[in-house]
Structure formats: C-alpha cells, structure tokens
Nanobody, 115 residues
Framework: QVQLVESGGGLVQSGGSLRLSCAAS????????MSWYRQAPGKERELVAV????????NYADSVKGRFTISRDDAKNTVYLQMNSLKAEDTAVYYC????????WGQGTQVTVSS
C-alpha cells in the first residue's frame, strides 16, 4: 500500500523556521522525483520545490528561493523541506508528491505563519 505521510507543520512566527518531512512507503522511493506543493485558502495548489531521483535536479518557486531547501534521504525513504525566514504568505497546507510511472500525493500538513 502506497503511503506518503507529511509531518512537521505547525504554527510559527514570521521569520521563524520549520522542517517538513514526508515519509514514503509502498513504492521504490529512490526512482521517483519528489516535490512539495502548497495550497493556501482560496488559491490553487502551487509547486514549491522539486528534487529528482538521486537529487540530480532541484528547483524552487521564485517565491521561496533562498529561503527553502528540499532534500531527500533515499535510505530513509523521506523527503524534507527546510523552511527558513517564513512569511505570512507561506501559510498553506503543504503536500508532498511522488512522480514517476505513477503519481502519489500525501494528505498534507498545515503551516501557519503569524505576522
């Protein structure tokens, strides 16, 4: 059974940091590109960061460049999103996605940044 379980969300003050984790199971994690998306209330889901298999390619949305860092640990089947210098506009539900032959989504974790 495929599972993507996000954790690490919460309430943080503006300027603070959070580290999100997404633990994967049920598929060959190392073969999949992993991404973080977010969806704020009333807005469409948007790509935040992506890392390909073996970390060969990494890219970020312009809005988070220089503040967020995506990484993966294939030994732990986990992808991370380190979020620094958080802003109120980063408030959203954050989802991880696995993509290769199939596409899988996690259930999301809420990040709330108070100004």
């Amino acid at each position: 059974q495929v599972q993507l379980v996000e954790s690490g969300g919460g309430l943080v003050q503006s300027g603070g940091s959070l580290r999100l984790s997404c633990a994967a199971s049920g598929f060959t994690f190392s073969s999949y590109a992993m991404s973080w998306y977010r969806q704020a209330p009333g807005k469409e889901r948007e790509l935040v960061a992506v890392i390909t298999s073996a970390g060969g390619y990494i890219n970020y949305a312009d809005s988070v460049k220089g503040r967020f860092t995506i990484s993966r640990d294939d030994a732990k089947n986990t992808v991370y999103l380190q979020m620094n210098s958080l802003k109120a506009e980063d408030t959203a539900v954050y989802y991880c996605k696995a993509a290769n032959y199939y596409t899988y989504w996690g259930q999301g974790t809420q990040v709330t940044v108070s100004s």
